[in-house]
């Protein structure tokens, strides 16, 4: 069935440091999602990129859709405590009606 | 504006006994609706979804069954839990309609003892 793996499953940073976590599907996606879980809470969506080659920021975090709409990225610069969490993506696969997600990245942060 | 209601929060039920988690969305009309089940510190697996009253779709072969009775309810049930169903259940709505974006209930945290 169709798959996205999400890299890496857990990320420590020290506050200030930039963190990264990547997304990749085994089929070619509609649109591709990201979500953002705080620590007990439920997901939260953040953004959702659907052209090929899209580049979206907002304020620190940059989310990034590959050109075969088939991986993406999401990049936060100098993160700060209220990063903590669990992000992850989601594949919208065309026609399915629902969606995919990843495994999921979970970031910690030393202040 | 659209929100959706997911009770309970908490539920620790026996070994055997049975399940019924129920939700409801409110300010929208013929959503998508979907269960997810999260094990700790794991992802998003989805059981069960719905883009219409009486229609089911099954995800994982298991002990679970889910029904939609009206437009915005959405029930997850089980007649005999295990103690592998242990996990944080999510509700979940879309637009449908060609919008798959999530909006997720507050979650059941479900221990089986």
């Known amino acids: 069935g169709q798959q996205v793996m999400q890299i890496p499953q857990y990320q420590h940073v020290q506050e200030g440091e930039d963190f990264t976590t990547y997304c990749n599907s085994s089929?070619?996606?509609?649109?591709i999602q990201w979500y953002k879980q705080r620590p007990g809470g439920h997901p939260v969506f953040l953004i959702q990129?659907?052209?090929?080659?899209e580049v979206k920021k907002q304020k620190r975090l940059t989310f990034q859709f590959g050109e075969a709409k088939k991986n993406s990225s999401l990049h936060i610069t100098a993160t700060q405590t209220t990063d903590v969490g669990t992000y992850f993506c989601?594949?919208?696969?065309?026609?399915?009606?629902?969606?995919?997600f990843g495994q999921g990245t979970r970031l910690t942060i030393n202040p | 504006s659209q929100t959706i209601h997911q009770w309970p929060a908490t539920l620790v039920q026996p070994v055997g006994s049975p399940l019924s988690l129920e939700c409801t969305v409110e300010?929208?009309?013929?959503?998508?609706l979907y269960w997810y089940r999260q094990a700790a510190g794991r992802g998003l697996q989805l059981l069960f979804y719905?883009?219409?009253?009486?229609?089911i779709s099954s995800e994982v072969p298991q002990n679970l069954s889910a029904s939609r009775p009206q437009d915005r309810q959405f029930i997850l049930s089980s007649k005999k839990l295990l103690l592998s169903d242990s996990g944080f259940y999510l509700c979940?709505?879309?637009?449908?309609?060609?919008?798959?974006?999530?909006?997720f209930g507050q979650g059941t945290r479900l221990t089986v003892v």
């Open positions: 719905s883009v219409g009253i009486g229609q």
């Open positions: 990129l659907v052209k090929s080659g």
């Open positions: 089929t070619t996606l509609s649109n």
């Open positions: 989601a594949g919208d696969i065309q026609g399915a009606q629902k969606l995919v």
């Open positions: 300010g929208t009309s013929n959503p998508n």
């Open positions: 979940a709505w879309s637009p449908g309609t060609g919008s798959t974006e999530a909006f």
